[in-house]
């Protein structure tokens, strides 16, 4: 028997959240892009075809909708939760894997959005090239070129050599 709808959105519901918290650089404010997004998603479930990847549509929904709200207002610098409070979400424990943590949550902030999102996307969800490039609407080569130029800068940031 096929999955419903919300079950599947349910489960990826982890994902959709990483996505967003590295999207919008803080939790907070990813907690929200995600819940945009799976209300959108719901609001428009006819628009999504039985039988594709419900996972790609869902992201290129929250990407659309990380790109409305950044373009619709300046920079917000309010956060909800101090950025410290966030770092030990989903951890163990282990106070260096937090710190680790917490040291790439900070130096993929600081990439640029396009190679942020190449990033997150190909090395922390595991999209391919292509299905990344279809996510985010650009060429392929355009995606890899902008994940070598962000995995670079993260090694760099993180002060290992590429």
Same mark, same amino acid.
């Given at each position: 028997m096929a999955e419903s709808f919300e079950s599947q959105v349910l489960t990826l519901l982890p994902r959709l959240r990483r996505f967003a918290g590295g999207l919008a650089r803080d939790q907070a404010d990813? %907690?929200?892009?995600?819940?945009?997004t799976i209300e959108r998603a719901l609001v428009r479930? %006819?628009?999504?075809?039985?039988?594709?990847?419900?996972?790609?549509?869902?992201?290129?929904?929250?990407r659309n909708i990380w790109i409305d709200e950044t373009r619709s207002r300046s920079r917000r610098w309010q956060t909800f939760v101090d950025e410290e409070s =966030?770092? *030990?979400?989903? *951890?163990? =424990? %282990?106070?260096?894997a937090v710190v680790e943590l917490g040291n790439i949550d900070r130096a993929l902030a600081r990439l640029p959005a396009e190679q942020r999102e190449a990033v997150l996307l190909v090395m922390v969800e595991g999209y391919s090239y292509k299905e990344a490039a279809e996510?985010?609407?650009?060429?392929?080569?355009?995606?890899?070129s902008r994940l070598v130029r962000g995995r670079d800068a993260l090694l760099t940031l993180l002060g290992t050599t590429p």
């Open positions: 990813g %907690d929200d892009l995600c819940q945009m479930r %006819d628009q999504w075809l039985e039988g594709t990847r419900l996972d790609s549509w869902m992201f290129r929904i929250m =966030g770092m *030990a979400v989903g *951890a163990n =424990g %282990d106070q260096e996510i985010v609407g650009c060429p392929v080569g355009t995606l890899n």
